[in-house]
């Protein structure tokens, strides 16, 4: 990190042996009981802005300064209930509230307004979705789950499946594996929500292997990770193409017959119908276990940003402990 602020904008600004330091603090800050006292974000307050709606980031991340002993403030509908229902611009709203905080996590629907806001401010700003740009801390947590669920995050075939185009968690996670080795990524998507060509191709370049296809069944016995995603409703212009992007792949107890038995299915949640609830009591449906690891691997991130992470921590060979 160039800046002396840890704002987290982009999973570009993170490498390996980051991520391994941070799934073992995560791992670590998990095996404690939900009363035992953390302590290290003890008389700092973090403030919510959300300009979208959000059920699991922000109050994940509310949990987790929570446990860490920290306090929050928020705006939980920024939209219509801060100044900026009044016309006030995100940088100058950040402004003030950096005043009131000591961290800034922010979900707006504009791409790039985050690291605007993060550029004004001298807190530590973290991008909880900037419109269907980037969503880095969820893409942390799915590598997380995928380390805790198997074991590693290398040599794996994974297959990103939904809307890759307005999707910012299928995307940010796209470019986080890049950091990974020995990859196999499948793209599945309906034409009018592929991933875009700069994303595949810096996949490409970083040296994974990347193959768009449409045909779901046929891969799904060779996959270790399957990554659904929801049709981003709220970022299409035209009603017509959503529906045309909706129904084309489905997980449900069909498909997960054609699944390995160890593979894992990954959701960055909300579903609404991508995956058939039937699926649920399947051991390998994920997506709950997904959804929990937020606040364990929220609270080494706001360590990090606080730089409140105990000196003794830290530092691996990127294995995991089973
Ligand atoms: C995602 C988001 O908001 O980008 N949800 C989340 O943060 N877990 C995905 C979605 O809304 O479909």
């Given at each position: 990190m160039r800046s002396t602020v840890n704002h987290v904008l982009s999973v570009a600004q993170f490498e390996r042996p980051f991520l391994f330091e941070l799934f073992r603090r995560a791992d670590e800050l998990a095996t404690l009981g939900a009363r035992e006292a953390v302590g290290t974000a003890k008389g700092a307050i973090m403030a919510t802005l959300f300009y979208e709606p959000s059920t699991r980031t922000r109050l994940s991340f509310e949990a987790a300064m929570t446990r860490l002993g920290g306090a929050v403030i928020s705006a939980e509908y920024a939209a219509a209930t801060s100044s900026a229902a009044k016309g006030e611009s995100i940088e100058d709203t950040a402004r003030v509230v950096a005043g009131y905080a000591d961290l800034l996590v922010i979900r707006h629907p504009e791409a790039g307004s985050v690291a605007r806001a993060a550029s004004v401010v001298d807190v530590p700003v973290i991008n909880a979705g900037d419109g269907a740009n980037e969503h880095p801390t969820q893409a942390l947590i799915d590598l997380y789950t995928i380390w805790r669920e198997l074991g590693r995050i290398d040599g794996l075939t994974i297959a990103l499946v939904g809307d890759l185009r307005y999707g910012r968690a299928a995307r940010s996670l796209a470019r986080l594996l890049t950091q990974t080795v020995d990859t196999t990524v499948f793209l599945v998507a309906p034409p009018v929500t592929r991933m875009a060509p700069d994303v595949v191709n810096e996949l490409r370049a970083a040296g994974l292997r990347v193959e768009e296809t449409d045909d779901l069944y046929a891969i799904a016995p060779t996959l270790d990770v399957l990554y659904q995603t929801r049709?981003?409703?709220?970022?299409?212009?035209?009603a017509e193409s959503y529906t045309q992007a909706c129904g084309h792949y489905v997980v449900n107890r069909e498909l997960m017959q054609h699944l390995p038995s160890e593979a894992i299915v990954l959701h960055?949640?909300?579903?609404?119908?991508?995956?058939?609830?039937?699926?649920?009591?399947?051991?390998?449906?994920a997506y709950f276990r997904q959804a929990r690891n937020g606040v364990a691997l929220r609270m080494a991130l706001i360590e990090w940003m606080l730089q409140r992470?105990?000196?003794e921590v830290v530092s691996s060979n990127g294995h995991h402990r089973r």
């Open positions: 049709i981003q409703r709220e970022r299409f212009s035209d960055p949640l909300p579903r609404v119908g991508e995956i058939d609830p039937a699926v649920d009591d399947d051991r390998r449906a992470r105990p000196a």
